[in-house]
């Protein structure tokens, strides 16, 4: 089953309405391209394993323009995390 990462966001964030879906949306893939990147099978990155991650980058991204939106340690060490996991369940 498909992962609705806008929904699953919003509820781990407390957010109501649907005013920044498309920001929401458009944070979460760049949480989720930098999950790729980092070596996260895209099944993972697109799977219910990475939602938590990906809620945390949204949330870490959504600094509203003010400069400083950047990706937490918290975010960080669950990025290595899963891309550990991933590829020691692969072999």
Not at 7 to 21: A, M, N, W
Request: a negative charge.
């Amino acid at each position: 089953m498909a992962v609705d990462i806008v929904s699953e966001c919003k509820t781990r964030l407390g957010i109501t309405g649907g005013y920044h879906d498309s920001l929401i949306a458009a944070y979460a893939e760049d949480a989720r391209a930098y999950l790729m990147d980092a070596g996260v099978p895209q099944e993972v990155a697109y799977g219910e394993d990475a939602v938590g991650c990906i809620a945390r980058g949204v949330a870490d991204l959504w600094n509203l323009g003010a400069g400083d939106g950047k990706l937490s340690s918290v975010f960080m060490q669950r990025a290595i995390q899963l891309a550990t996991v991933s590829r020691e369940g692969s072999e």
